[in-house]
Antibody, heavy 125, light 108 residues
Framework: QVQLVESGGGVVQPGGSLRLSCTAS????????MHWVRQAPGKGLEWVAS????????YYAESVKGRFTISRDNSENTLYLQMNTLRTEDTALYYC??????????????????WGQGTLVTVSS | EIVLTQSPGTLSLSPGARATLSCRTSQSISNSDLAWYQQKPGQAPRLLIY???NRAAGIPDRFSGSGSGTDFTLTISRLEPEDFAVYYC?????????FGQGTKLEIK
C-alpha cells in the first residue's frame, strides 16, 4: 500500500534552515508529481510547493518563494523541502502528498490522493 | 489566485442527519477540478471527492459531491459517528493550489 513518511522537522530559530524529507513506497514514485502542504497549529491547510514527476518543473506559494526549494530523488523515492530563512509564521505541520491521476502530470489537474502523517516544524527563539 | 470560501464555519448536527457543506470559488473552476478532504484530529487529510462529484476509492456512498462553475456542495446523507471532522475543499486546476478555510462538523 502507499506510504509516505516525512522526517526532518524540529525546532529552529528565526533565520535558520531545515531540510524535510518524505520517503515514498507502494507506488511508482517517479511517475507522479508531489506536493508539500502545511498546517499551522489550529489552522487550515496551505499548499506550499509542487514538483512534477521528473523534477523539471517546480511551483511555490508566494509566502515561501525564494526561501524554500523543493526537490526529489527518484532513485531513492524521496521528496525534499529545503527551508531557509525561516520565520515564526512558517511554524506548522508539514505534509507531503502524492498527486493522483494517471501520472506524468504537470503538477495540476489531479487531487492529492495520499498524504503522509506530517513532520512538525517550530520556528521560535 | 482562486479564493475558496466554505460555509458554514461550524455545522452542528446529530447522527443520522443530513449534512450539506458549501464551497464557493472566486473564479470558475476549470474541468471541475475541485476536491473535498476530511481531516480528523491528529490525522492527515483524506481525499473524499475529486472532480467535484467522484468518490475516491473506499469512500462510502453516503458522501456525494455536486456543483460546477463557482458553487460546489458536499453532502453526507446520513451522518455516522465517524463523520464528525473538519472538511476542506480544494481547487487543483490552476496555480496556486488553494484550499478553503474548512467546515467543522460537530455532534449536536
Amino acid at each position: 500500500q502507499v506510504q509516505l513518511v516525512e522526517s526532518g522537522g524540529g525546532v529552529v530559530q528565526p533565520g535558520g534552515s531545515l531540510r524535510l524529507s518524505c520517503t515514498a513506497s507502494g507506488f511508482t514514485f517517479s511517475k507522479y508529481a508531489m506536493h508539500w502542504v502545511r498546517q499551522a497549529p489550529g489552522k487550515g491547510l496551505e499548499w506550499v510547493a509542487s514538483i512534477v514527476y521528473d523534477g523539471s518543473n517546480k511551483y511555490y506559494a508566494e509566502s515561501v518563494k525564494g526561501r524554500f526549494t523543493i526537490s526529489r530523488d527518484n532513485s531513492e523515492n524521496t521528496l525534499y523541502l529545503q527551508m531557509n530563512t525561516l520565520r515564526t509564521e512558517d511554524t506548522a505541520l508539514y505534509y507531503c502528498a502524492e498527486e493522483g491521476g494517471p501520472g506524468y502530470s504537470d503538477g495540476y489537474g489531479n487531487p492529492f490522493d495520499y498524504w503522509g502523517q506530517g513532520t512538525l516544524v517550530t520556528v521560535s527563539s | 489566485e482562486i479564493v475558496l470560501t466554505q460555509s458554514p464555519g461550524t455545522l452542528s448536527l446529530s447522527p443520522g442527519a443530513r449534512a450539506t457543506l458549501s464551497c464557493r470559488t472566486s473564479q470558475s473552476i476549470s474541468n471541475s477540478d475541485l476536491a473535498w478532504y476530511q481531516q480528523k484530529p491528529g490525522q492527515a487529510p483524506r481525499l473524499l471527492i475529486y472532480g467535484a462529484s467522484n468518490r475516491a476509492a473506499g469512500i462510502p456512498d453516503r458522501f456525494s459531491g455536486s456543483g460546477s462553475g463557482t458553487d460546489f456542495t458536499l453532502t453526507i446523507s446520513r451522518l455516522e459517528p465517524e463523520d464528525f471532522a473538519v472538511y476542506y475543499c480544494q481547487q487543483y486546476g490552476s496555480s496556486p493550489h488553494t484550499f478553503g478555510q474548512g467546515t467543522k462538523l460537530e455532534i449536536k
